[in-house]
């Protein structure tokens, strides 16, 4: 699983000044996808989209959000030498803390929690690409979480050939389809993921694609498009899970 710059968003005394509507024992929407996809970009429009609604959503990414997930995170980007386990071991003790902190507290209160990689990230990145046992991350994931599963997954899918360049100089088909500059240069001692060989990148694909394969919780979407579109189609997607989850229809209308 990659490692990015966390944030959190919680808007605190002015949602309740606001009054934002919260939804009974919250929900999880999470991200997922390799690198380049546009995850970050997504999850933030999603949630920007949310407040707009008077939602109440929070925004974090993983790891991070708290201290130990952000040294996880800054160990992992410059680490050439871990194992597969003990980078999924790494993880998942940032996911539990996250997780007591920051997650399930939101959902206790009702809010939506929109967050940037979750458990499939770590079966598809130390168990696809990196080799580690997929039954004993699922275990992992499952401690580390308490048994939560997201309510929608969305996964941003697209050819790794096309995603990567996205954190190069060189020209992408997402440049062209948003009609702007969408490059990401990263510092080079933190773009370890990236950098890995194109049949790293391949195997999260496959996986990904694997761990969606007839399950409802996930909504495939194309990455390659149109990063308006990409946010459309993914909005319309939420919609109907927020509907499912007694949000009156009206609410989508302003």
């Not at 990904?208 to 194309?222: A, F, H, K, M, Q």
Request: aromatic share 6%; hydrophobic share 35%.
């Amino acid at each position: 699983m990659a490692a990015k710059e966390q944030k959190s968003m919680d808007f605190g005394a002015d949602s309740e000044n606001l009054k934002r509507r919260t939804i009974k024992d919250g929900l999880l929407i999470t991200f997922e996808g390799g690198e380049g996809v546009g995850k970050s970009t997504q999850a933030e429009r999603l949630f920007r989209k949310l407040e707009g609604f008077g939602i109440d959503t929070i925004l974090a990414q993983e790891p991070g959000s708290s201290d130990l997930g952000n040294n996880v995170r800054r160990w992992i980007k410059r680490s050439n030498s871990s194992s597969p386990l003990a980078e999924t071991l790494l993880f998942e003790a940032a996911r539990a803390q996250l997780m007591f902190e920051t997650v399930r507290p939101a959902m206790d209160r009702g809010k939506v929690v929109v967050l940037d990689r979750y458990i499939d990230s770590t079966l598809a990145y130390q168990g696809y690409a990196r080799g580690g046992d997929i039954e004993t991350i699922k275990q992992l994931n499952d401690i580390a979480t308490a048994g939560v599963v997201p309510h929608l997954t969305v996964l941003l899918d697209a050819d790794p050939k096309v995603s990567l360049a996205r954190v190069t100089n060189e020209p992408n088909l997402f440049d062209a389809a948003d009609g702007s500059s969408a490059g990401r240069v990263d510092n080079e001692n933190e773009r370890r993921f990236e950098q890995a060989p194109m049949k790293f990148h391949q195997s999260i694909r496959k996986g990904y694609l694997e761990l969606s394969e007839n399950d409802p919780r996930w909504c495939i979407v194309r990455a390659d498009q149109a990063g308006h579109r990409v946010a459309d189609a993914i909005l319309k997607r939420v919609r109907r899970l927020l509907i499912d989850h007694e949000v009156p229809e009206n609410v989508f209308k302003s």
